[in-house]
Nanobody, 124 residues
Framework: QVQLVESGGGLVQAGGSLRLSCAVSRRTFSDYNMGWFRQAPGKEREFVAYISLNGRSTVYRDSVRGRFTISRDNAKNTMYLQMNSLKPEDTAVYYC?????????????????WGQGTQVTVSS
């Protein structure tokens, strides 16, 4: 079983920055493609960013491209999401997800394992 634990969420003013982390309890972390999703109150969960198992390929949703950066450190079994120039519309619970093998990066149903989420609140 793979366990994912997010951290780094919090309250920040618009224009500020946060860095989320996702720690994975698996020595074979490098076998997993990873993604970040978010869910705002009353809305469906949406794709934020994806990174391939070796970190060479990344994908972002349009609204965060240029502001958010996804990365991973396979030696530390950890994935990150650096979020800059935050906007109130970025407010949501952020989830990390993992999948070993082929997936469609933006589809939540492609992922096998999920964390419990971390709250990000951006005030205007």
């Amino acid at each position: 079983q793979v366990q994912l634990v997010e951290s780094g969420g919090g309250l920040v003013q618009a224009g500020g920055s946060l860095r989320l982390s996702c720690a994975v309890s698996r020595r074979t972390f490098s076998d997993y493609n990873m993604g970040w999703f978010r869910q705002a109150p009353g809305k469906e969960r949406e794709f934020v960013a994806y990174i391939s198992l070796n970190g060479r390929s990344t994908v972002y949703r349009d609204s965060v491209r240029g502001r958010f950066t996804i990365s991973r450190d396979n030696a530390k079994n950890t994935m990150y999401l650096q979020m800059n120039s935050l906007k109130p519309e970025d407010t949501a619970v952020y989830y990390c997800a993992a999948k070993a093998g082929f997936l469609i990066p933006s589809k939540s149903t492609s992922y096998d394992y999920w964390g419990q989420g971390t709250q990000v609140t951006v005030s205007s």
